[in-house]
């Protein structure tokens, strides 16, 4: 069994709307093996990973899963299951999986599953693959296999505390997007997002986390406040060390000035234990160690958020109570093998380490690693009590007085945290501080929440929640967003819907095919329709409305850049791409296009063309509203949805009139839509329909929206190059377009045909990754209007031969009835668009279908400028044989 490919979802994809992984594999020799072929598999595999028992599987129910194992399922099925199982072991809420055979053979299957990170996907699937061999050959290792790949998992998804943020974000409908492989969030959008790594926001001050990391810079902050402190010293070696302790008395706490995590710090009661505390200290770092007089009482973390006291935790050391059996190694062992339990801060509690604090620990109570202690007797492993090295929690949130709650903000605030983690020994959490001889010990920035949120004793606070409130209060953080998809019309529909909401004075993002706009600056060029530019587009902080195109390509390969949108607009669609990523047919494309409209909110809307049957097909699947638009009228869907109090765009008596219900409201005459080429482009007046229902279902006024129609540039002025460009020379028209497919290439025959051209030349080039129908389809469409057409190649030839499409297409034309003197190949772009230009005759209409637009756009001119000299010569012949 191999895995030949892994594709990572990082948001919603045509499988599911979560992240998710989809994963080839080859499973060669063990294609046709079932679950139910080698005995005992399934007992060990159940035995191993009890938690697949409550599987559901197809059948919907708990238990669903061991029904298929014993009914005898395939293995690559089983790997699906075994993938979401060791996710859900290292903390993931994984829980949609789908396996399918790739074509006839059972070899090849194709296996989908939830994921929270592209690494911890790989390791998912690697470990089902690797532990299902093992059970095949009842290796006795597969047990100890779990673990190491739960580990593997593990370490590559969110912590506990990134992971508490993140649900509770979604709970109050803020977007959230991770940013690198760890820790580092995007919640909110735009303008409104708000950036955190783990439990540190940005408004975390840079100089108060560097302050918190120095304990000896805090202690002196602190007692300028007047804050309680512990009696201490920084000292430089041991000797100085001795002296300190001299004059504190035992018992003593010494630790790394600038340590983290409880790593380094040792109790010591009497002066045997003073070298090897000073030693564990100087283990973590080589600088200063502060010495402190141990405070007497209990540790507590106090959590503030803001100038709120949110959270309080007793930190209890860890310990193993002796049963008179098993050596504390042992007992170590046991307490370790807790499932909640997992090294570093990936889980829920930390393993407890037999390190060098530990041996202190235990010699200091007569105690040795392989010592068996009496049943019954409580066997410390450390003094301090830090959740990083196996303490546990206990919530005592509830028992903090208002003098204390008061002690704590004023300590976060005197090291300028705005989310700190205050470490206390206090004997009474019903006093303040100085009332009872309790005191602050440390103040630390990005304090962890795990202990908050699983705590060993108590119910959980909610401190991710009262953390992202402290961050949003009631916003949600939310930018406009609209996302843009169909087969044709998509980047003209962006561009408008862009420029409306431009007229406003707002700072819009756009991604199309053409490049990534912020404002009027161009962040980047070229076909930027994927989920990397949404992306890009949502982190940026200027943006205040993003209106992203989005792709079938990206779609498929990706997924989207956006977990949801407010508008989902889609313009039509048709046979294009087909063939490509798995969409084979009309109804595949349908399918994947409608993510758009599947990830719109409910209180969002779905922006459908009522003329497209396979668009209407798309309704059922909007959780929001539905808002049509149509160039007529009349048209059936619309009367209805009219009826039952819908809304829509449609065009009548030469308007585009925005309809609710049983009002009208007029926005714009056809004819003065600039787009439009004076009502002859009636593709355009369909794209400026769905902008301006965008636009109103995006809360924008009717005469804003009129406003901006009336103001979008015809192509090739401003924001529109490009598509459906009309450039005027002395003697002929020129027409640029994108359209590369079989229904564009037929209206922009529709717009020649309006346009009244007596001669139509074409040059015409497609893409090579399209199949050889839909090529020749699309020359056909050509053919039925033009009277000659210049053949040429794209520069990217998609993996067909130099020439191939050329002839194909050129082939083709003929096949429709063009002669071979009315069909001309001419491989290189710029060198077609010349030629075209040269012999047109005069009045004709030239239309272009550009591959590269800086070449078209450049061999334009310089044909335009040609027949301007040769048309200027002539007059001059003609004007001197006159004379």
């Known amino acids: 069994m191999e895995i030949v490919e892994v594709r990572y979802f990082p948001g919603p994809n045509r499988h599911t709307l979560s992240p998710a992984a989809e994963v080839v594999l080859d499973l060669g020799e063990w294609a046709e093996r079932t679950s139910r072929d080698r005995p005992g598999f399934v007992d060990r595999l159940l035995a191993i990973l009890p938690g697949l028992a409550e599987h559901h599987c197809g059948l919907g129910r708990p238990g669903g899963l061991v029904e298929r194992l014993r009914e005898g ?34 070899r090849w299957v194709r296996v989908v ?82 950036r955190l790594y783990a439990a540190s926001t940005d408004r975390t001050s840079v100089i108060a986390v560097d302050v918190a990391q120095d304990k000896a810079w805090t202690k002196t902050v602190l007692q300028d406040a007047g804050i309680p402190t512990p009696p201490g010293r920084v000292v430089h070696s041991l000797a100085e060390l001795g002296e300190a302790v001299q004059s504190l008395g035992f018992p003593v706490v010494v630790k790394p000035v600038r340590g983290r995590q409880g790593m380094g710090v040792s109790a010591v009661g009497s002066p045997g234990g003073l070298e090897r505390a000073w030693v564990a200290a100087n283990l973590v770092g080589d600088g200063p160690v502060l010495v402190e007089r141990q405070v007497l009482g209990t540790p507590y973390r106090l959590l503030v958020v803001g100038r709120e006291l949110v959270a309080a ?161 009631t916003s949600q953080g939310r930018i406009p967003v609209a996302a843009v998809t169909g087969t044709n019309g998509k980047t003209t529909v962006t561009r408008m819907l862009g420029h409306i909401w431009s007229t406003t004075g707002r700072q819009v993002g756009m991604a199309t095919t053409d490049g990534i706009l912020v404002g009027s600056r161009l962040v980047a060029q070229g076909d930027f329709t994927g989920p990397w530019s949404a992306r890009l587009i949502l982190n940026d902080p200027s943006v205040e409305v993003a209106v992203l195109e989005t792709a ?39 399918h994947l296009k409608a993510l758009v409209v599947d990830v719109v909110r409910r209180e969002g809307a779905a922006v459908l063309n009522a003329d497209d049957p396979l668009v209407q097909s798309m309704a059922p699947r909007c959780r929001g509203r539905v808002v049509w638009f149509s160039l007529h009228g009349d048209n059936v869907v619309v009367t209805r949805h009219l009826e039952a109090g819908g809304a829509a765009v449609v065009v009548r008596q030469g308007h585009l009139v925005w309809a609710v219900g049983s009002r009208r409201s007029r926005l714009i005459g056809v004819r003065a839509l600039p787009a439009a080429l004076g009502g002859v482009a009636a593709i355009n007046v369909a794209n400026a329909a769905a902008a301006a229902a965008a636009a109103l279902a995006m809360g924008l006024p009717p005469r804003v929206v009129a406003q901006g129609l009336a103001t979008f540039p015809a192509g090739g002025q401003g924001v529109n190059r490009g598509r459906l460009e009309v450039r005027r020379g002395v003697d002929l028209t020129v027409v640029i377009d994108y359209a590369h497919n079989q229904p564009a290439v037929a209206a922009l025959g529709e717009v020649c045909r309006r346009m009244k051209a007596k001669v139509v030349v074409t040059v015409l080039g497609l893409p090579g990754d399209r199949r050889n129908a839909d090529l020749k389809a699309t020359a056909e469409a050509v053919a039925r209007f033009s009277h000659r057409v210049v053949v040429r190649e794209d520069h990217d030839l998609r993996g067909r031969r130099p020439g191939e499409v050329a002839a194909l297409l050129a082939a083709a034309l003929q096949e429709a009835g063009m002669g071979p003197d009315r069909v001309v190949i001419e491989e290189d772009e710029g060198t077609a668009v010349r030629r075209a230009l040269y012999e047109a005759p005069p009045g004709a209409l030239c239309l272009v279908l550009y591959e590269r637009y800086g070449v078209v756009s450049a061999a334009v001119e310089d044909g335009l400028a040609m027949r301007r000299r040769w048309i200027e010569a002539r007059d001059l012949v003609s004007a001197a044989k006159a004379r």
């Not at 409908?173 to 492989?181: F, M, Q």
């Not at 190694?329 to 930390?350: F, I, T």
């Not at 997924?559 to 949801?564: A, I, P, Q, R, V």
Request: glycine share 12%; aromatic share 4%.
């Open 73 to 106: 399922t395939y293995l690559g099925h089983v790997a699906e299951h075994i993938a979401l199982e060791l996710e859900h072991l290292a903390g993931e809420d994984s829980v949609y999986g789908k396996t399918r055979r790739m074509g006839d053979s059972p």
């Open 113 to 194: 599953f939830e994921a929270e990170s592209e690494a911890g996907a790989r390791a998912a699937i690697a470990g089902a693959l690797d532990l299902i061999r093992r059970l095949w050959a009842d290796d006795a290792d597969a047990v100890d296999a779990v673990g190491r790949w739960r580990e593997a998992v593990n370490r590559e998804g969110m912590g506990p505390s990134t992971r508490a943020l993140v649900q509770a974000a979604r709970r109050r409908g803020i977007p959230v997007a991770r940013l690198d492989a760890g820790s580092y969030l995007r919640l909110g959008q735009g303008v409104q997002q708000r």
């Open 552 to 590: 079938r390509g990206g779609m498929a390969r990706g997924g989207l850049g956006f977990d949801d949108v407010d508008v989902g607009v889609v313009t039509n669609i048709g046979p294009d791409h087909l063939g490509q990523d798995g969409v084979e047919t009309l109804e595949d494309l349908v």
């Open 313 to 473: 935790a007793e930190r209890i050391p860890p310990a193993v109570v002796g049963d008179g059996r098993h050596t504390i190694r042992e007992l170590v062992a046991a307490l370790n093998r807790d499932p909640r339990r997992g090294p570093g801060h990936g889980y829920a509690m930390s393993e407890v380490p037999l390190d060098a604090p530990a041996l202190l620990c235990l010699a200091e109570q007569g105690f040795g690693p392989d010592d068996i202690p009496p049943a019954g007797r409580r066997v410390a492993l450390r003094w301090t009590a830090n959740l990083s090295t196996g303490a546990t929690a206990k919530n005592v949130t509830g028992a903090v007085s208002p003098d204390l709650a008061h002690d704590a903000v004023r300590a976060a605030q005197a090291v300028g945290l705005d989310i700190a983690g205050v470490d206390i020994v206090t004997p009474d959490l019903g006093a303040g501080l100085r009332e009872v001889g309790g005191a602050v010990i440390e103040v630390n920035a990005v304090p962890g929440l795990r202990m908050h949120l699983f705590p060993a004793e108590g119910e959980p606070e909610p401190v991710a929640d009262r953390i992202v409130a402290y961050l949003f209060g």
